[in-house]
């Protein structure tokens, strides 16, 4: 089965406005970290932010911040104010317990638009 | 800039050959994971190493082979190649192994095998 689902393979947003990129994940481990990872055309893969099993709050970086909702097993992304350099691949990924593997969600691809 | 160097930054062989992928992770980290992203196969993970010893494999080929060494910096080896091998390829390091430890990926290395 899939540990971490990301329903929109492409999506679309006009410049300045908000977009929110789903994630879904599935654990039985009740200590997990939630992170997003954007990767733009040029390859690289950046760390966008994370959020941790036990986090009340929400996790918030600047632009992005993440709508966790841990009964509904989502942990979804949000961009604020998007520019036209957010668009890019986004993935969602998730690390369970002690010593367990990152598993990658199959991206997002984000495009802005002018 | 992450500060996960990887070298090197583009590689084309041959059917056959054999190539090392090097990295060296961030400051002060001791865990290092190795990648694959291919068109078909998504980001895939590989291996990981934590203060020179193997920690976790994952669907890495018996082709494929890395090691740690007491300087931290990893190597990947990858022998026989096959068309199916190119990929980009992604080292990672984080401080330690923990499941809240989030991961900076290097630029990564583009194998291409002809």
């Known amino acids: 089965a899939q540990k971490i689902t990301q329903t929109q393979p492409g999506m679309f947003v006009q410049e300045k406005e908000a977009v929110t990129l789903d994630c879904t994940y599935d654990t039985s481990d009740q200590s997990y970290g939630l992170f997003w990872y954007k990767q733009p055309s040029s390859g690289e893969m950046i760390f966008l932010i994370y959020q941790g099993s036990y986090d009340e709050q929400n996790a918030t970086e600047g632009r992005y911040s993440l709508n966790f909702q841990k009964a509904r097993k989502s942990a979804n992304l949000v961009i604020s104010a998007s520019q036209l350099g957010d668009s890019a691949m986004y993935f969602c990924?998730?690390?369970?317990?002690?010593?367990?593997?990152?598993?990658f969600g199959p991206g997002t691809r984000l495009s802005v638009l002018p | 800039d992450s500060g996960v160097t990887q070298t090197p930054k583009h590689l084309i062989t041959a059917t056959g050959q054999r190539v090392t992928l090097r990295c060296s992770p961030r400051s002060g980290d001791l865990s290092v994971y190795w990648y694959q992203q291919s068109l078909d196969q998504g980001l895939q993970f590989l291996i990981q190493y934590y203060n020179g010893e193997e920690r976790a494999k994952g669907n890495i080929l018996e082709r494929f082979s890395a090691q740690q060494f007491p300087d931290l910096h990893s190597e990947l080896n990858l022998s026989s190649l096959e068309l199916g091998d190119s990929a980009l390829y992604f080292c990672?390091?984080?401080?330690?192994?923990?499941?809240?430890?989030?991961?900076?990926f290097g630029p990564g290395t583009r194998l291409t095998v002809t």
């Open positions: 990924a998730m690390r369970e317990g002690e010593g367990q593997n990152f598993v």
């Open positions: 990672a390091s984080s401080e330690q192994q923990d499941w809240y430890d989030e991961q900076y």
